[in-house]
């Protein structure tokens, strides 16, 4: 995905642009029946009695403005609930929500053109035959509002609880992951050893690195009949002191600024390209359900559930998968399966060491990852570590042998 393809769909997940794009539909909607209004037979006039449609109208008008500010409160709160009983890295997904987002443009689509539809029939613009197109598009926006009220209604049942956002937050993370399985290294070649004293390029400025557009450095790359060598993945934090590449050979500042143009950085993660960051947030979930204060045991339960189905799905899927013609002039880093092991463990068996159930939950995850692809002596470090953790924090011997028997050893790696 090219930079300004991957701009392009972060603004269309904004709640304000499909509003925006379903308002200007429906107030040329109004507008254009003045203009189709010579086409329209004089029988069909008559026998609708078209002059119905001015407290239709009114009536739409008044109440779309009301379910408009009730949709937007319930959708502040479902943003609230998921920023305190999940986490906020989640919220954004909530946000980009498309049967919300659908609700919203709807409601207020449907306000303006009524708006638009009586200050056109006060001004006299339309004559007969315009009435009857306009009353004919004011029957199909009444079915389409009941069909978008339905959808809606159902929605409201799940949006903001924690369950739904830890699966959107999965959804996410599992998109990012079938990514890397299609396009190992992000369609680019494996890594090479950076030799000494290579030539590197800086970033200008400090944040996130949210994407990179490996197609254009591939680009690039060929211009100036060079490979190009990422160095960071999506996710890293950057600043001018931490190089974003290196080159075989200096290219002038104008090369280096195109170069940088590749990236792009922000203040927060993005779950496009980083895998990682889905990992990270689901932890939190799990952390923040470990907490004394919401003490929820069952949820940390359910995100080690998940968690491990994600990395299982992603070893089985890369196995199988094999890139086809990687980008000739681009090299990347790989996925780090002990840094993901790392990201979504470490916090989960540090905050529920002192749950036994907690405990059981996350061994047996462990053991069922252990057999694929080069996860069993990640999986085995992550286990007796947090059978050391467990062994501090519970109070009964009994409960610690029970993660004992458990836990991985080197001698099942053996056997």
């Known amino acids: 995905m090219s930079r300004w393809q991957w701009l392009w769909r972060r603004l269309t997940h904004r709640l304000w642009f499909r509003a925006a794009l379903f308002t200007l539909l429906a107030v040329a909607t109004a507008l ?27 009536i739409l008008a008044s109440s779309m403005l009301a379910v408009t500010t009730f949709s937007l409160t319930t959708m502040v709160s479902a943003y609230a609930a998921a920023t305190s009983n999940a986490t906020p890295r989640a919220t954004r997904l909530v946000i980009e929500d498309r049967t919300a987002q659908n609700a919203i443009a709807t409601f207020l689509g449907s306000f303006l053109f009524s708006v638009a539809g009586i200050v056109a029939l006060s001004t006299g613009i339309y004559g007969e035959n315009g009435r009857v197109i306009l009353f004919v598009v004011t029957i199909l926006v009444i079915i389409w509002i009941v069909v978008t009220l339905l959808r809606w209604i159902e929605r409201l049942s799940g949006l903001g609880r924690v369950e739904e956002t830890t699966a959107r937050v999965e959804a996410a993370t599992r998109e990012a992951l079938q990514q890397w399985v299609e396009r190992p290294y992000l369609g680019a070649r494996p890594p090479v050893p950076e030799p000494e004293g290579a030539p590197q390029i800086f970033p200008e400025e400090r944040g996130y690195l949210q994407h990179a557009d490996l197609g254009r450095l591939s680009t690039l790359g060929e211009e100036m009949g060079q490979a190009v060598h990422l160095l960071v993945l999506p996710g890293a934090y950057l600043h001018p002191h931490r ?11 104008e090369m280096a600024a195109r170069l940088r143009a590749a990236f792009t950085l922000g203040s927060s993660r993005s779950y496009d390209q980083d895998p990682r960051f889905g990992l990270i947030v689901l ?43 990687p980008l ?17 463990f470490h916090p989960i068996a540090r905050d529920g060491a002192g749950m036994l159930e907690v405990g059981i ?55």
């Open 32 to 58: 254009v029946a003045s203009v189709a209004e010579p086409f329209i037979p004089y029988k069909i006039t008559v026998t609708i009695g078209a002059q119905a449609v001015d407290n239709i109208l009114g």
């Open 243 to 253: 190089p974003l590449l290196w080159l075989a050979r200096p290219c002038d500042d």
């Open 283 to 325: 932890s939190e979930i799990a952390s923040r359900a470990l907490s004394s204060a919401v003490n929820d045991p069952g949820t940390a339960i359910g995100v080690l559930t998940g968690g491990g189905k994600l990395l299982a799905e992603w070893a089985e899927a890369q196995a199988q998968h094999q890139s086809e013609n």
């Open 328 to 344: 000739p002039h681009v090299h990347a880093p790989g996925l780090s399966a002990e840094e993901m092991f790392d990201d979504f």
């Open 361 to 415: 939950r996350l061994q047996k995850t462990l053991r069922m990852l252990a057999p694929l692809g080069g996860f069993r002596f990640i999986a085995r470090r992550h286990s007796q570590e947090a059978l050391e953790r467990a062994e501090q924090a519970l109070g009964m011997s009994s409960e610690r042998q029970i993660l004992r028997e458990l836990a991985l050893t080197e001698r099942q790696d053996l056997s």
